[in-house]
């Protein structure tokens, strides 16, 4: 949501990559994650906590709020110098950013929004820091999170408002079912249609199982 999800076949990667907790079990795969790690740990990465880098590197590992406050003070700030460090590897950045959702603070939320804005990050890293923002919210405040998701799913770049559409998966209000709808038809681009009926689907599903315990 490893970060790094399962590829789809698709001109759009940069959306496979947004769940921290999704791990891919390709062998080779793996591999090349391993390749993007060595070179994203070379040069300027030495500038970043050692043990922190350690972390983001690990391919299977998703450390919890408090394992990384034992190696870095303040983890939203190393996280987001590791973001914005456009010397790493985008695995790395990537990473960082997914991370931010195991601490869903105010002070995180604001991060992660500026990040989303950012106009020096490449877009799949605006991506990954709007879907975060959004997933990573969706049971600790969840009304925010749909505030804004709302607002993204109009955005006229179109990596955040897949983004954002993804996102709105994860949130269990009636108001997302609205805005998805909404979404559907003022959507142009097809294969983001096809998305926003995808997740329209996974909602309804999530639902019949709530309602089946």
């Known amino acids: 949501m490893s970060c790094l999800a399962m590829p789809v076949p698709s001109n759009r990667a940069s959306l496979t990559r947004l769940d921290v907790r999704t791990m891919t079990t390709s062998p080779l795969l793996r591999a090349l994650s391993f390749v993007l ?15 922190l880098m350690s972390m983001l590197s690990a391919i299977d590992l998703v450390p919890t709020a408090d394992q990384l406050r034992r190696v870095v003070t303040s983890p939203d700030v190393a996280l987001d110098a590791v973001a914005r460090d456009a010397s790493l590897s985008p695995y790395l950045r ?8 195991v601490s869903p603070t105010r002070d995180v939320a604001k991060r992660l929004e500026a990040l989303a804005s950012a106009p020096a990050l490449p877009a799949r890293l605006r ?10 919210f969706a049971a600790v405040d969840a009304q925010a999170a749909l505030a804004y998701a709302t607002t993204l799913s109009r955005a ?30 003022a959507e142009t681009h097809p294969p983001l249609k096809a998305t926003i009926q995808h997740v329209q689907r996974a909602r309804a599903e999530l639902k019949r199982a709530a309602e089946a315990r």
């Open 37 to 51: 790690v060595a070179v994203g740990l070379t040069g300027a990465a030495r500038a970043h906590e050692p043990k």
């Open 94 to 101: 990537e990473r960082a950013i997914s991370l931010f959702s």
């Open 127 to 136: 991506a990954m820091a709007v879907y975060t923002r959004v997933r990573g």
């Open 156 to 185: 006229s770049d179109l990596d955040a408002r897949e983004a954002a559409i993804r996102g709105l998966r994860w949130i269990a209000l009636p108001g997302a079912d609205a805005v998805l709808a909404g979404a559907f038809v």
